[in-house]
Nanobody
């Protein structure tokens, strides 16, 4: 069973920062573009950022300039550095292949809550 394992979420005040991590199975990590998604309460899951195997990345307009996606090829891990967090960033964050996640790869996600 393929499993993506997200971590690093938590409670942070507005304006704060968090770094999310996602451990990806090696064969997938080396082959596919990877992405972070998020789902806020009562909303559909949305694409936040993608990164290709070669490194170029893309971002949703709502996070551009605040979030940075990166990958560590030695650890088969993809990261999401989130700065200047706002309450509207509150969501469960997931990683998967990008830019469209595969159903069988969705993990538990990691909760990010931005609140004072």
């Amino acid at each position: 069973q393929v499993q993506f394992v997200e971590s690093g979420g938590g409670l942070v005040q507005p304006g704060g920062s968090l770094r999310l991590s996602c451990a990806v199975p090696g064969s997938i990590f080396r082959t596919y573009a990877l992405a972070w998604y998020r789902q806020a309460p009562g909303k559909q899951r949305e694409l936040v950022a993608t990164i290709t195997s070669g490194g170029p990345s893309n971002y949703a307009g709502s996070v551009k300039g605040r979030f940075t996606i990166s990958r560590d090829n030695t650890k088969n891990t993809v990261y999401l550095q989130m700065n200047s967090l706002q309450p509207e960033d509150t969501a469960i964050y997931y990683c998967n292949v990008g830019p469209v996640g595969w159903n069988s790869y969705w993990g538990q996600g990691t909760q990010v809550t931005v609140s004072s």
